[in-house]
């Protein structure tokens, strides 16, 4: 027995309660025009369940020529009562039922302007136009336009359309039908494929609904390809089948998705053991195979760091790569321009000379235009001592190890000396360097002790019920696994351990797998209900103690803790 996905259960047309309404106004403007009858059919499974129908008084005369085209006079609803009291009925009548009508936009607006009127609120009913699915449906072939009066032909409606609202009201139930069997073959069968079919979806895009057939309702990353097997983009979702059948609908509104699905040839799926494990395929995928159609993430090799030299006299400079050389590094940053920013927050207060050129104790040159200016100590000329340097070096280390209260003092009164001159410019491009400092160093805080642990595990309560299971060594996701609701988890977490990928040491603080990565995974581990269970050879967990209260990974504590003493202080 193949068991029924969500997305194939949806709501069977069958099983919906449609109510089919038409009214008749004084005119065609809800704003200027009132009702004069209100005529409704509801219907289920071609079944009729119940007819409304009542004259309503307008309030006001009705037009000669309304009188001769509805046959409602003036006499007629002299004693009809008003719309404060037939409306209630009728929305009474429609309860949470889907209306239907014949150019719906108009009947639904003068509905929605007696509520007003009449302080109701609008019940938000969902609403099916005939006219425009006719239009979808009905070639100028089978009628020369779409009126009622022609679709009722077309469809052999019992009752004959005559601008009276019960009468136009059975013929529009008989077109609703005649169209619900035209979409029947198209592969439209619940009310959620035919609200989509009747948005503006144009046949080619929805002809490649194929596309989502045979994927798995599970979660994972999609990757949709063209002809050649190149790959236009990569997502990722809870349940991948319904999220591919998403962009064939009226749902996807972005014009590029739309381009994408026409060259679209293909969609393979990657089923993922946890919604943890498809956010990171996901990014791989995408740095891997930069998808013209995606914006974000594509360009992972962007990613910079600020290191702090090792020599005589170290600077701080932009690298792409941290390497095993002692240096002090911090980051990543998003950007060259935002680690150029963080740099330019530091010199603002500490005099680190800012020259390229490799300084000696011995050798010294002229004094360059910052030296002069007083922004740097200037130990190329020999002015400035190795130790006096050093200490401006202890200054810069403490500050991107986490301990950047002295130099933040230092920052936050420039900008108030700044505000106090009134250069507000020039205090708006601090603050910005400041933040630019804050979030790299906060972020290397944050990514460090994971960087630097060789093996994580933990669990997270499922929404399937039993535990989502992840195993990080070096800051990158090495596996994942789910185990069931009431088994025991420690068997799944000792085969998670047994199948992980090997992951090598990066160079922390750089994780071995790609920041952002690292980043979706710290969000992880830091959402309620997150267990540790095992860090680098102890177990935080005793076997079947997964639901008690577990040991906090105490690095990412610890440097929780100092980030929020580094943002507080800035």
Known sequence: MIQATLDDLGTPLAGVTFVVVDLET?????????????????????????????????????????????????????????????????LEFAGDAVLVAHNAGFDISFLKAAAAQTGHRWPGNQVLDTVHLARQLVTRDEVPNHKLSNLAVLFRAQTTPDHRALHDARATVDVLHGLIERVGPLGVHTLEELAAYTSRVTP???????????????????????????????????????????????????????EMVRLAASVTPVVCATTLEAEVRELRLIAEHKPRYNRRSTRPERAQWV???????????????????????????????????????????????????????????????????GRCGAPCTGAQSLDSYAAVVEEAVALLAGDGRRVMQALTGRLRALSEQERFEDAGTLRDRVMALVRGVARAQRIEPLARSRELVAARPSIRGGWDLVCVRYGRLAASSHSPRAADPMPYVVALQASAEVVPAGCAPAPAGLPEETDKI?????????????????????????????????????ARREVAGFVASA
């Open 26 to 90: 004084t005119g065609g403007s809800s704003r200027d025009c009132g009702i004069t009858e209100i005529g409704a059919v509801k219907v289920r499974g071609g079944e009729v369940l119940g007819e409304f129908q009542t004259l309503v008084h307008p309030g006001e005369p009705i037009p000669a020529f309304i009188q001769v085209l509805t046959g409602i006079t003036d006499t007629m609803v002299r004693s009809a009562p008003r719309i404060q009291s037939a409306l209630p009925a009728f």
């Open 204 to 258: 080619a895009t929805r002809r490649k609904r194929w596309l989502a057939d045979g994927l798995p309702s599970a979660p994972g990353v999609y990757v949709f390809k063209d002809d050649r097997g190149r790959v236009l983009y990569v997502g990722t979702s809870i349940d991948i089948r319904t999220r591919v059948r998403s962009y064939f609908t009226a749902s996807e509104k972005r014009s590029r998705m739309g």
């Open 307 to 373: 290191k702090l030299t090792v020599e005589p006299f170290p600077r701080l400079s932009v690298v792409q790569r941290v390497r095993a050389d002692g240096a002090r590094y911090v980051g990543p940053f998003h950007s060259r321009v935002s680690a150029e920013s963080a740099i330019a927050a530091v010199h603002e207060v500490l005099p680190l000379r800012q020259c390229t050129k490799r300084l000696s104790v011995s050798r010294f040159s002229s004094a360059c235009a910052l030296a002069e200016m």
């Open 522 to 558: 710290l969000r992880w581990l830091e959402s309620p209900g997150v267990r540790v269970v095992h860090l680098d050879g102890e177990w935080s967990c005793p076997v079947g103690g997964l639901g008690a209260a577990c040991a906090e990974l105490e690095p990412l504590a610890a």
